[in-house]
């Protein structure tokens, strides 16, 4: 797992540039924000505040996968990566534990399905 | 190593200390990161999953606790799958600055263990509500 020597680049461009890797990686951060807004916009049916809260993650999600693009093409992570990392997996747990609540206490909605 | 150290060091201030090693190829650093964000959107659709099949499914005949059977461990499957992918993700990038190789990945284990474990509770009750 070594890069080639600067100067030498191999004939995969990425090993060039890490723009394809980090336009990737941007594109993943979206499909995570777009995840969040599907799951918010499931729960709206079954419970209005809770789908409306995680409505609301899913634009901060975005905004925090747009933090880590910032800097010089061929630099790393921002100190701040493992912060933005964390808070995702925060929310995705406190969903899964809002999800948990709202699936044991909830009401059942009937025909939602037809 | 303690619980409470093992915690501690998953910390976004302890991550955030380690300078150990060198800073990996940037393509690394990208592709474990992508590798956490597609953990968490698994676990979010299985939270979908889960909350799907508890609210929105009719009941089975005859098994009045077959959704909540079916669906709770699939949310609680995220829970845990969120957590566990940040501990990878740390684990990772650790490896990775140190050019050590990747510490082998428990994730596709718990997912496949628990996918099964909902298949059989799915045949169980299927059969159950089936039977007269």
């Known amino acids: 797992m070594t890069s080639p020597a600067p100067g030498q680049p191999g004939d995969d461009p990425e090993e060039r540039d890490p723009g394809l890797a980090r336009e990737r990686t941007s594109l993943a951060w979206l499909r995570t924000a777009l995840a969040f807004a599907a799951l918010g916009g499931a729960v709206l049916r079954v419970n209005l505040p809770t789908g409306l809260l995680i409505l609301a993650v899913a634009p901060v999600v975005w905004q925090l996968g747009r933090l880590g693009q910032g800097g010089a093409p061929g630099s790393g992570l921002s100190p701040a990566g493992a912060t933005r990392l964390f808070l995702i997996a925060l929310s995705v747990a406190a969903v899964a534990l809002l999800s948990l609540g709202i699936a044991v206490f909830g009401q059942y909605v009937p025909g939602a399905l037809r | ?132």
């Open chain 2, 1 to 132: 190593m303690s619980w409470s150290r093992r915690l501690a060091a998953l910390l976004p201030v302890t991550v955030a200390k380690d300078n150990g090693g060198t800073e990996p190829d940037p393509r690394f650093t990208f592709a474990n990161e992508r590798t956490f964000l597609a953990w968490s959107r698994t676990a979010l659709a299985l939270v979908v999953a889960g909350l799907g099949i508890v609210q929105l499914l009719p009941p089975f005949p005859r098994v009045p606790a077959g959704r909540h059977l079916l669906g709770l461990p699939l949310i609680a499957l995220g829970a845990v799958l969120a957590v566990a992918a940040y501990a990878e993700w740390v684990g990772s990038q650790r490896a990775l600055r140190r050019g050590e190789p990747l510490p082998p990945s428990v994730l596709p284990w718990i997912l496949a263990a628990t996918i099964t474990l909902v298949a059989v509770i799915a045949a169980v009750v299927l059969l159950v509500s089936a039977l007269r």
